[in-house]
C-alpha cells in the first residue's frame, strides 16, 4: 500500500496527485511508519552538524549575513535533534519526532537557567558547551520551532523524491 500510494506522486493525473497530498499527510500523523533509512539520517546527522559547527566558526562567519550567522547554530542543532530522534526511532511519525526534538530542545534550553558548579563545569567543555548552551534565551525556542519544522520540510521532501524516483 505505502509504494502505490507514492507512486502515484510522480503521475500528472491532478486527482492522483491531491490523492497522494493526502497520502503524505495522513502518513505525517501515523503512529507508526515504514521506517526511515539510518544510514541516511545518519549522513544527515553528520552533514547538519558540520554546518552547525561552520555557522559559529570565525572563518565562516564573515561570509554569513549577520542573521543567519546569530540563529543558523540553534536552528540546526534543533534539526539534529529531529534527525537524532528520527535514527533512533525509524517508525515514528514525522509528528511525534518533532514534538520529541521540540521538547528535548526546549528542556535543555530551561536547564541553562540552572547554574551549579559541576553542571557550568560541563558547559565549560567544548562538548558540553556545544550540547548544553550557556544561557537562556527565547530567540532559541524560536529557533527550536524553526528547526523541528525544517525536519518535517525535509521528510516531506524525500517522500516526494522518493515517488519520483519509484514512477
Same mark, same amino acid.
Given at each position: 500500500?505505502?509504494?502505490? @500510494?507514492?507512486? *502515484?506522486?510522480?503521475?500528472?493525473? =491532478?486527482?492522483?496527485? =491531491?490523492?497522494?497530498?493526502?497520502?503524505?499527510?495522513?502518513? $505525517? @500523523?501515523?503512529?507508526?511508519?515504514?521506517?526511515?533509512?539510518?544510514?541516511?539520517?545518519?549522513?544527515?546527522?553528520?552533514?547538519? $552538524?558540520?554546518?552547525?559547527? +561552520?555557522?559559529? #566558526?570565525?572563518?565562516?562567519?564573515?561570509?554569513?549575513? %549577520?542573521?543567519?550567522?546569530?540563529?543558523?547554530? !540553534? &536552528?540546526?542543532? +534543533?534539526? &539534529?535533534?529531529?534527525?537524532?530522534?528520527?535514527?533512533?526511532?525509524?517508525?515514528?511519525? &514525522?509528528?511525534?519526532?518533532? +514534538?520529541?526534538?521540540?521538547?528535548?530542545?526546549?528542556?535543555?534550553?530551561?536547564?541553562?537557567?540552572? @547554574? +551549579?558548579?559541576?553542571? !557550568?563545569?560541563?558547559?565549560? #567543555?567544548?562538548?558540553?558547551?556545544?550540547?548544553?548552551?550557556?544561557?537562556?534565551?527565547?530567540? !532559541?525556542?524560536? *529557533?527550536?520551532?524553526?528547526?523541528?519544522?525544517?525536519?518535517?520540510?525535509?521528510?516531506?521532501?524525500? %517522500?516526494?523524491?522518493?515517488?519520483?524516483?519509484?514512477?
Amino acid at each position: 500500500m505505502y509504494s502505490k @500510494h507514492l507512486v *502515484c506522486c510522480a503521475e500528472n493525473n =491532478t486527482e492522483q496527485q =491531491t490523492g497522494c497530498l493526502l497520502y503524505i499527510k495522513r502518513r $505525517i @500523523h501515523m503512529a507508526e511508519m515504514p521506517p526511515r533509512p539510518r544510514l541516511r539520517y545518519a549522513l544527515f546527522i553528520a552533514v547538519v $552538524i558540520a554546518l552547525g559547527l +561552520a555557522s559559529r #566558526t570565525k572563518s565562516f562567519q564573515p561570509y554569513l549575513p %549577520d542573521f543567519i550567522s546569530e540563529y543558523a547554530g !540553534d &536552528t540546526l542543532w +534543533a534539526l &539534529t535533534a529531529f534527525l537524532g530522534f528520527g535514527f533512533l526511532f525509524p517508525r515514528l511519525s &514525522t509528528w511525534r519526532v518533532a +514534538a520529541l526534538a521540540f521538547g528535548f530542545a526546549v528542556c535543555i534550553e530551561l536547564s541553562q537557567l540552572y @547554574h +551549579a558548579p559541576w553542571i !557550568d563545569a560541563i558547559r565549560q #567543555t567544548r562538548l558540553g558547551g556545544l550540547a548544553l548552551g550557556f544561557g537562556f534565551l527565547w530567540s !532559541d525556542l524560536a *529557533c527550536y520551532v524553526v528547526g523541528s519544522l525544517s525536519g518535517i520540510g525535509l521528510e516531506y521532501l524525500l %517522500d516526494l523524491v522518493k515517488a519520483q524516483k519509484s514512477a
